[in-house]
Every structure is written in C-alpha cells, then in structure tokens.
C-alpha cells in the first residue's frame, strides 16, 4: 500500500509557474484592449447622458442624468420643441433617409467592385499572354497613389455626366476594380490546382463557365472577406460623398453626421445626440465585423503566405 501511495504522489501535476514575461505580455495586450475599447465606450456614456448633465460633470467616467434622448433625437422621435429643450437642435435627423442611401451605394460599390476585381484577378492568375506580369505589376503602382489625387478628376467626370448630387455619383468611381482587390483575390487563384480547370475543359466547358461554375465557389471565403472589407470601406467613406452630395436626396450616413454637428443650437454643441447618432451609425459595421472577425483575419493570413 505504501509503495502504491509514493507512487501516486511521483506522478502529481506540479503547478505551472507563471514567467514575468508572460505577464508583462498579458498587461500590455490588455493596455491595447483598453485603449481600442475605451472611445466606445465613451461614445456610449455620452449617448445615455443628457447634454445638461455632460455641461454640469463633463469628467464623470459613468453616464450623467441617463435618457434616451440623444437615441431619439437622433432617430427623429422627438419634436423641434422637445429637441431644443434636452439641448439639441429643432432640424433633427433624417436618419432612416441617410441609412438607406449608406445601405444603397455600398451595397452597389460592393456587388461591383467584387465582380470586376474577381474577374481581373482570374485573368492575371490563370489566363496566359503576353506581358500579363508585367501590366499586372504597372496596375500594382496604383496601390502607391493616394486617393486624394483622384478626387479632382473624379469630380470633372461626374459633374460632366451630370451626375452630381446624386447616389450613382457616389458609387459611380468605386464600382470598378482596385488594386488591392484584384491582388487578394489573384494570389487565392494562383493556388487553385490547374486539373480542376483541366477537368472541367474536358467537360467541354469554357472559360467564362469555369471562372462562374468552378472557380468562384471555390474562392467563396477570400470572396466574402474581401467584401466585408468592402463594405465597410464604402460605409465609412466620408470624402468623397461631402463632395458631391448637397441635398437629404443623397446625403449618406457620414457626411448626415457632419450635418447633424453643424445644427448647432444655442446652448451649444448636441453632444448627447450626436454620439447617439455615431453609435447607431457605426453598430451595423461593428456587428458585420465581429461576425466574420474569424474569416478575415485566416483569409488575409492564407493571401500573405501564398
């Protein structure tokens, strides 16, 4: 019974002894987990406060005077006169307007830009001729023009189609493909195994059918990563849609927000409100986000390697 209990004992877990490196790593990731979360954070303590609050205890971490105000100001639920007296402004906010002119054009950006970009990325991964890696490497310069250089001649064009203040003007130079697009999708083609187009050939398909029937189904994961990626960039434009949008008619949700900060009522700047309207305006790309966190960051891992 003895030896059996000294064994036993021999064979006890000994308890992992945490190294101060292994700390030291855990307090600086959850210092960046602070940092990144804490805007929110105040962007959300700021919604549920009301602007006399804010005025009277504007460094009190916690929510001060909490309400819905600043939701309903920003939804359009309240009236001009219950607006100005909780400190906002008696314009208020189309939002429902602005939500669906945002959801309208990065819907269209998307849908597009991933249709041109996929089918020029095929042809510069499978498709042999001459001088392919070359045009291939002059359309990869374009990833070192900065957007603001387009701005101007993008303008020329729209204002000569006659095009301006409207959504398709907005849409219209972000429908093609881009640089990055057409090399994230290039580099998950380039790793397809030529037998399967070689089956398929056999099969007596074309190209056109093997790029819509094999191809794509097959690069489905980078296809939707690239267009979460997408969207979220067409969302949060601001730029170019302040250009060229001057009416409700075809005001997207960031430059709404830009309005909504400019109807500055007497008391001051709608605080409440305007965070209110941020949050709700920022939620969607957050939850779409969140959702495809996962995918996104394997597929720009696989596109890397490759």
Not at 104 to 128: H, N
Not at 263 to 285: E, Y
Request: glycine share 8%; net charge positive; proline share 5%.
């Amino acid at each position: 019974m003895a030896a059996v209990t000294t064994t036993t004992s021999a064979v006890r877990p000994v308890g992992r002894r945490v190294s101060p490196g292994r700390i030291a790593a855990w307090t600086v990731m959850g210092l960046i987990v602070l940092v990144t979360l804490l805007p929110f954070y105040w962007i959300l303590r700021t919604a549920l406060s009301s602007n006399a609050g804010l005025s009277a205890d504007p460094a009190n971490p916690l929510p001060v005077d909490i309400g819905a105000g600043g939701f309903e100001r920003a939804l359009g639920m309240q009236s001009a006169k219950e607006a100005v007296a909780q400190g906002g402004a008696g314009g208020g906010l189309d939002f429902w307007r602005y939500l669906l002119n945002s959801v309208f054009v990065s819907t269209l950006i998307t849908g597009c830009q991933i249709f041109f970009s996929a089918m020029a990325a095929y042809a510069f991964a499978r498709l042999r001729w001459r001088g392919r890696d070359k045009v291939f490497g002059l359309f990869l310069a374009g990833l070192m023009v900065p957007t603001i250089f387009t701005l101007l001649p993008n303008f020329v064009l729209i204002k000569q189609l006659h095009l301006v203040d409207t959504l398709w003007g907005i849409a219209l130079p972000s429908l093609f493909m881009t640089p990055f697009a057409v090399f994230f999708l290039r580099q998950f083609f380039m790793n397809i195994p030529r037998e399967v187009e070689e089956a398929a050939l056999l099969d007596g398909a074309g190209k056109v059918k093997i790029f819509f029937r094999v191809v794509l189904p097959m690069a489905s994961t980078p296809i939707i990563t690239l267009s979460v990626l997408t969207y979220i960039t067409a969302w949060n434009d601001y730029f170019w849609p302040l250009m060229v949008s001057y009416s409700d008619s075809s005001r997207v949700l960031t430059v709404a927000l830009a309005v909504f900060r400019a109807q500055t009522p007497a008391t001051g700047v709608d605080w409440s409100g305007l965070s209110a309207a941020t949050l709700i305006a920022a939620l969607p790309m957050l939850v779409l986000f969140a959702c495809f966190a996962r995918r996104i960051v394997s597929s720009i891992g696989f596109t890397g390697i490759k």
